[in-house]
């Protein structure tokens, strides 16, 4: 019988409130049809444990690693996060490469290699995602691993001219050929992609998608899959959220004024002090707003291991507290910021409150806040989406306000534009995205990638079974 395998950095456990998206996602993807999720425990302890963690959920079972202290710091806020995360998202000047992170990140990959290698079976379907284990098809092929094996990219895929300032680009990403199929949330990353592998690999595309490097003797797909949301379970807990006293606390808290919203994890990424300066330059420019908008940020913090991390959150103490400083009254304060995170059941229920949903990343692989505050919409009264175009998610959702969150100007008159949008058209877009969001949900998500990892690998097995005739 053919099983899922999923294997991620990041695993959502029973019962763990965990920022981002992969993990929210792979949690309703496994909830639906079952299987092995594996990855790292969230735990660190002074060696990297020998023996994996097993736990159960209903049809999902967890098998999770501790990772020793040195072994976390080199791999994941290392190598992983310090110069593949800014890599990935178009920072260069933030990328910081050494010889011995690089060492550490294919040292946790081997480690996972052997531990997957005795528990995966020839049939089943293993599900690899993200930057931190992209060697890992490699390291179970060594391990005689014929078992079919998928990547999903869950970041932006940069240009070659940006991936091969990387000085051991050529070792990593030509890694990638080692799966039957390889994933990205857009087109445009795929293209990218393609690029390198022309480019750098000297490999070849043909006509069907069928990528060959190293002279012909390896083939595999690559292809475009963008991630969803679970619409129904997300309108559903936005409509019955009213009931959340958290929900409650806030909507009396208002006195009448319109909110808007920004969700994410504190991260350079999503282009929070773009987005705070812009609400600041709105309130002195449209002095007409002050009183009557209030503008709250949830940012759990991340990755604090990361000096960058830790160099944000101060930067937006600083930004908020001299926008509050400089318009507050006593009795209304314009910027709310926090750095809790809080479950879906309250999201929704703030989400579905705010007239405005800011989701204005600098870049963003797909970034699943902006559907969730679109399904959480009353559709009767729904509020507006503003988004940036580097957000994967802006492909698939024309009907955002675009912004381009480096032009401040242009950050003002969509907060304007949307504060200030009439019923009608609020709704016209709303019912666009949200046929958007039906479409190409979680579901589809999951069900588009692992019928196309079927079919690569049956013909690839066809291929040998043809080379060896
Ligand atoms: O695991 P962490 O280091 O705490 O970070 C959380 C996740 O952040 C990134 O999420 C991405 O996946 C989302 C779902 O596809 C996507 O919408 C978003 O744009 C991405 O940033 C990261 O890629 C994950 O590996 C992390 O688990
Ligand atoms: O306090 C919070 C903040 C965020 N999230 C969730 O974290 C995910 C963030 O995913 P996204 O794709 O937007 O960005 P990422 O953090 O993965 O880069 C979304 O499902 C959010 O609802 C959450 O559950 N609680």
């Avoid at 444990?49 to 020793?68: C, H, K, P």
């Avoid at 579901?443 to 588009?448: C, E, G």
């Amino acid at each position: 019988m053919t099983r899922l395998v999923v294997v991620s950095n990041r695993v959502a456990l029973p019962n763990e409130l965990k920022p981002g998206g992969l993990a929210h996602a792979m949690r309703s993807a496994l909830r639906e049809i079952g299987g092995i999720w594996f990855g790292w425990s969230g735990r660190t302890t002074s060696q990297t444990a020998s023996m994996a963690q097993i736990q159960r959920e209903g049809n999902v079972t967890f098998a999770t690693l501790d990772l020793g202290k040195r072994d976390h710091e080199e791999y994941y806020a290392g190598f992983a996060n310090r110069t593949l995360w800014p890599l990935f998202h178009f920072r260069p000047s933030l990328v910081d490469f050494t010889r011995q992170t690089w060492a550490a990140y294919r040292r946790v990959n081997a480690i996972f290699a052997e531990h997957l290698a005795r528990f995966i079976e020839p049939d089943d379907l293993v599900w690899i995602h993200d930057y931190h284990l992209i060697p890992l098809a490699s390291l179970l092929r060594e391990r005689g691993i014929r078992a079919r094996l998928g990547f999903f990219l869950h970041t932006p895929f940069p240009p070659p001219e940006l991936l091969n300032m990387l000085p051991v680009h050529r070792e990593l990403f030509e890694a990638l050929a080692d799966y039957d199929l390889v994933g990205f949330h857009t087109a445009d990353y795929l293209r990218a992609f393609r690029d390198y592998i022309l480019l750098e690999a000297h490999g070849e595309v043909n006509d069907t998608g069928v990528i060959s490097v190293r002279g012909g003797r390896r083939s595999f797909r690559a292809g475009v899959f963008p991630i969803g949301i679970d619409v129904p379970e997300v309108s559903n807990l936005a409509a019955a959220a009213h009931a959340h006293p958290g929900c409650a606390q806030l909507h009396e808290s208002l006195q009448g004024r319109a909110l808007m919203i920004g969700v994410d994890r504190l991260d350079y990424s999503k282009g929070l002090p773009e987005r705070f300066r812009a609400f600041g330059r709105l309130l002195e420019e449209y002095p007409e707003f002050k009183r009557q908008v209030t503008f709250l940020q949830i940012a759990p913090v991340s990755r604090t291991e990361v000096a960058e991390y830790r160099q944000l959150k101060r930067e937006l103490e600083r930004i908020a507290g001299g926008i509050n400083g400089r318009f507050a009254e006593p009795d209304w304060t314009p910027v709310r910021y926090l750095n809790n995170a809080y479950p879906h059941a309250a999201l929704t229920g703030y989400y579905r409150q705010a007239r405005v949903g800011l989701v204005t990343p600098l870049r963003d692989g797909m970034n699943l806040v902006a559907k969730e505050y679109v399904a959480s919409q009353d559709g009767d009264d729904p509020g507006v989406l503003v988004l940036s175009r580097f957000a994967g998610a802006a492909r698939q959702m024309g009907g955002a306000i675009l912004v381009n969150p480096h032009d401040q100007d242009g950050m003002v008159n969509a907060m304007r534009a949307a504060i200030t949008m009439p019923l009608a058209d609020r709704r016209a877009r709303w019912r666009e995205l949200m046929d958007g969001l039906e479409r190409e949900d979680i579901t589809a998500w999951r069900r588009s990638f692992l019928a196309a990892l079927d079919v690569t690998a049956e013909a690839r097995d066809g291929r040998l079974a043809g080379l060896a005739a």
